[in-house]
């Protein structure tokens, strides 16, 4: 197992596969574990990193998560890639990773080479929003299936990352914090959107969101008529197959 050292803390990472190198940033709750069940769909095409963010997974354990959790986790990326030390890197973010995904290619430019960003709510966090993570959480500890995941991502202080994530997810909609280091238009790498028209855990309006976010960065978008939350998983194949070529061809922008 890898690790490298942010403030004074161990971030695990992992390496898998040969070619352009693209960093997977798993969502809220999660781990790097929710991408080994596709991992067979990029590494015959790219060199496949993994990371656990602080507090999750294999990685150190914080006391609390801070509200502006997702420009962290971006903060976090960015030491990644400078370890790596390997030039630009493609980011795959998924849900809550999408805006880590997302505050890093605005953050580095120089380090990001392109950015998928999967299942998640956008430029603003959806309507009534923490009311409804409040609710989705409480049942979610209540259900057997989710919690599995949850451990099969954290181990046994699952519940506690789980309440920690929530508190400060809370936080950040109830204080209406920035999701992004800086306005979305001033992305200055390719970004290609992803989702499910059906997955309820995004907000309902997501592809009005996405041809807005579009139509200020000139991002790709790729909606799916089926599969829930997130795409990336529930439509793998044919998410893979996207996320490739975008990978793969040409952009101006790269110019």
Known sequence: MSYFVYQAKRIYYSEAGKGNPIVFLHGNTASSRMFEPILSLYEEHFKVILVDFLGHGRSDRLTEFPADLWQEEARQTIALLEHLNCGKVSLVGSSGGAWAAVNAGLLRPDLVEKVVADSFDGRTLGEDFARK??????????????????????????????????????QCAEENL?????????LKVPLLLMGSVGDEMVRPDILSEYEAISGKTGAEICMFSGGGHPAILSNAEQAAKAIRKFLNQNDAKND
């Open 133 to 170: 993570l409040i609710n989705e959480r409480a049942g979610a500890k209540q259900d057997e299936q989710a919690v599995w995941f949850y451990q099969w991502c954290q181990g046994e202080d699952w519940e506690r990352i789980v309440d920690m994530d929530t508190k400060a997810l809370v």
């Open 178 to 186: 920035p999701l992004f280091l800086k306005p979305m238009s001033e």
